[in-house]
Structures are given as C-alpha cells and as structure tokens.
C-alpha cells in the first residue's frame, strides 16, 4: 500500500513557485512512464503531467509553461515544478504511474497545494 511518498506542498500566494516531489522505494518504477495528478475540492482526480521512461513529458493545458516534470531514477524520484500559480491549482497532488487506476492500492497521501492571496 502507498508506493509513494509526496512532499512539498504548502500555502502560496498566486504568481508564486512550489517544487513537488515523489519519492518510492521501488526501483521498478524507472522503467514506466510516470505522472503527476492532482483532485481539487469537489472534483475528480485528474492527470497534470506526465514523464516517460524516455524523459518525453506532456501537460494538460492548463499548466502548459508552468508545469515542468523530471525524473531522477537514480534517486527513485519524480519531480514537478510549479511557477505562476493560480488560484485554480489548489488541490491535493499525487503521483503515480501513467494510467494509474483510481481504485489502485499504489496511491500515496499527495501533498496539499493551496494558492491563496
């Protein structure tokens, strides 16, 4: 259960930047394609971005040059730069494999995101 552990969330005011990071202990996950998501309050859980073995990565438009995902598999970790934020991205942020189901028992406890003047 929980395969990953997310940090560094926090309260920000907008047009400010936050750094999220995912760590596991597995090194399986090197090989596999990745993904940040995120569920904001009263809404489904959605993909944000995702990195693939490869490093290619792809955002949902919403984050398009704001966003920025990385790995380092050598450390079991995947990373997601946040500048410019909005009001709109408050919201609990996870990780996990690309296409991760949501009743899978791999999700972590995300970290919180809120954006607030």
């Known amino acids: 259960q929980g395969q990953f552990v997310e940090s560094g969330g926090g309260l920000v005011q907008p047009g400010e930047s936050l750094r999220l990071s995912c760590r596991t202990s597995?090194?399986?996950?090197?090989?596999?394609?990745m993904a940040w998501y995120r569920r904001a309050p009263g809404k489904q859980r959605e993909l944000v971005a995702g990195?693939?073995?490869?490093?290619?990565?792809d955002y949902v438009d919403s984050v398009k040059g704001r966003f920025t995902i990385s790995r380092n598999n050598a450390k079991n970790t995947v990373y997601l730069q946040m500048n410019s934020l909005k009001p709109d991205d408050t919201a609990v942020y996870y990780c996990?494999?690309?296409?991760?189901?949501?009743?899978?028992?791999?999700w972590g406890q995300g970290t919180q995101v809120i954006v607030s003047s």
């Open positions: 990195i693939s073995s490869e490093m290619t990565t």
């Open positions: 996990n494999t690309r296409g991760a189901l949501e009743e899978s028992r791999s």
């Open positions: 597995s090194s399986i996950y090197r090989v596999l394609a």
